[in-house]
């Protein structure tokens, strides 16, 4: 598990200094803290962490000495600047289910020569104790062809009983769609 150092924040200082100071801001909160409590991170350690954890993903949040078990809840990007702004974590109570999202990624999609393989769904929201908390969900295509179509009922995680889905069980996640071009426009493809 990815472990994540912080500090609190003094509230005083406005978020847009603190990240030009090289810091992305936060907060935790959860059923055993009083409110929340307000953090900054350091922008490198923020994006180390992103590059291997995602929404949804557990970590460990050191906070002045003290080790939280925690959830990425919401990540924030300013897209214009292309940074990291703020990112929020839910602590975690053992046994206490909470609600998460997790990640799909596709494997394989260029083994599908068939048609062309969209992806509908990017996550699925579900609620599960920590124990059972899912960091991503790796869905290989390889074997899909034009035509097919993978619904979230088709997924591993629709079958674990530790798992309450909160996404529709018939969403669909993948679908293999026939090419259809004409002559004159396949060459030009071909060309460019």
Known sequence: ???????????????????????????????????????????SAAEKLLKTSNKGSQILLELEGT??????????YNSMKGQIEEIDFQALVKGEKVHAVTEIFLLNHEKVNTGVVQQLLHEIAYKADPAHLL???????????????LKVKDLPIARDTNISLQTD??????????????PDEAASEEEA
């Open 1 to 43: 598990m990815n472990t994540l150092k912080a500090e609190k924040r003094d509230m005083s200082i406005k978020a847009k200094k603190l990240r030009r100071e090289g810091y992305v801001t936060g907060n935790l909160f959860g059923r055993e803290i009083n409110g929340s409590i307000p953090v900054k991170i350091e922008k």
């Open 67 to 76: 080790s939280y078990d925690v959830l990425i809840k919401e990540v924030q």
């Open 135 to 149: 960091d991503k969900i790796e869905v290989d295509v390889g074997d899909m062809k034009a035509g097919d179509i």
């Open 169 to 182: 069980p018939e969403a669909d996640v993948v679908t293999v769609t026939e090419v259809h071009t004409a």
